[in-house]
């Protein structure tokens, strides 16, 4: 009975010994996860990659389309002759050509800083809400990420952070 027992664990270990080098190796040869980037989401969502900074770079996209997106730091940027400020977290839901609740963004009409609450792309025009107001721009003016304003800690910097 000893000897039978002897066999079958040595053959155990013979067929692990086949089994797991070729198993590690197909894990190794899959590689790690890379998801896709912020910028390839925006391309597969259809919207223009010009709406976010280049820092811009860690997201959460959840399976109902609610995210999380997350900047290296907070940032003010020029676009389109407005200043537009980014906090460290942005959020709220997209869905093919459109992002709704969005929080975390906002631009500066005359003298106070107004939230932007949406965004959608249709028709080669992208129309930004802002609360119950909504501005239309032609696409082609969303070529490029606005880059943020180098010594922005100045005046504009500390609204960022505020929620009206």
Known sequence: MAAAAAA??????????????TSSSAAAAAGPYDPPTVRDLMDRYGLPRALLPDTARRYLLHDDGSFQLFLDDGCVAE???YR???????SGAVA????TGLKGVRVRVLFAWVPVTGVE???GEVTISLGPLRKSFAAVGFKSSPRCISGAAGGDRFLIGLDF
């Open 84 to 90: 537009v400020g980014y906090d460290i977290k942005l």
């Open 121 to 123: 792309v249709a028709g």
């Open 79 to 81: 676009a389109g002759g």
């Open 8 to 21: 079958a664990s040595a053959f155990l270990l013979f067929i692990a010994g086949i089994l797991l080098p």
């Open 96 to 99: 093919p050509g459109r992002v």
